[in-house]
C-alpha cells in the first residue's frame, strides 16, 4: 500500500467532507418530507442500506475518492447504519456466519442498552 502525501490525505477529507454536508442536508429533507421521526430514520437506514451496496460493488469498486465522498461522507452522514448494513453483507459472503451473528446482536443490542442507560440516567421519566 502506497503513502498517501499530506495534500492527498486533504484532498480526501475534502472529499468525506463535501459529502458530508450534502447527506446531513438530505437527511434533514427526509426528517421535513415524512411526518413522524421514526419513519424519517427507517426511511434513512433503509435507503442507505440500499445505496451502500449498490454503490460499493456496482457503481465505484475501483474509484477510492468517489467511495470517500459518496459513501464515507455522503451515505456516513445521511446514515450510520448503511457502514453497518455493508460490512455485515461482507461477513455473510464471505461465510464468517459467527462474526456476522456477533455484529448483528453486538450492534442491535449495545445500541439498544446503551440509549435505554442513558435514557434512564438523563431523563426525569
Do not use: H
Request: net charge positive; with cysteine; hydrophobic share 50%.
Amino acid at each position: 500500500m502506497e503513502k498517501e502525501n499530506l495534500s492527498t490525505k486533504f484532498l480526501n477529507c475534502v472529499f468525506v467532507m463535501c459529502g458530508g454536508v450534502l447527506g446531513s442536508l438530505s437527511r434533514y429533507s427526509v426528517s421535513l418530507i415524512v411526518p413522524k421521526k421514526i419513519c424519517a430514520v427507517s426511511v434513512v437506514n433503509i435507503v442507505g442500506s440500499f445505496f451502500v451496496v449498490w454503490f460499493f460493488n456496482s457503481l465505484m469498486p475501483n474509484m477510492p475518492q468517489l467511495q470517500l465522498f459518496a459513501i464515507t461522507g455522503y451515505l456516513g452522514s445521511f446514515t450510520t447504519f448503511s457502514a453497518f448494513s455493508l460490512e455485515t453483507m461482507q461477513m455473510l459472503n464471505s461465510g464468517k456466519y459467527a462474526t456476522f451473528a456477533f455484529n448483528i446482536t453486538l450492534n442491535l443490542l449495545g445500541g439498544l442498552t446503551s440509549a435505554f442507560i442513558a435514557w434512564k440516567l438523563f431523563t426525569d421519566s
